[in-house]
């Protein structure tokens, strides 16, 4: 199974790379774009567990390697 971790920054922290996204995307004539937040994507191949221990595991290596919780956040799902 594998596990999908997105990983952005927190809505209260400025994000200077989507906001030249967002510039970029606009002199392209993609107006339409109101804003731009950019982040991390990881996709973990588990093997040998089960999708509760996933879960766990997940959410855990999320936290303590993947993010910085001063100023990110984490959602994940796993994928079957």
Do not use: Y
Request: no cysteine; glycine share 4%.
């Amino acid at each position: 199974m594998k596990a999908h971790v997105w990983v952005m920054l927190k809505s209260t922290v400025l994000d200077p790379q989507g906001q030249t996204i967002h510039h970029a995307l606009s002199s392209l004539g993609h107006s339409e774009v109101k804003s731009v937040r950019q982040g991390k994507f990881f996709v973990l191949d588990l093997n040998g567990i089960t999708e509760n221990e996933a879960k766990q595991k997940i959410e855990k290596i999320a936290r303590d390697i993947l993010t910085n919780s001063v100023i990110e956040e984490f959602r994940f799902e796993i994928v079957k």
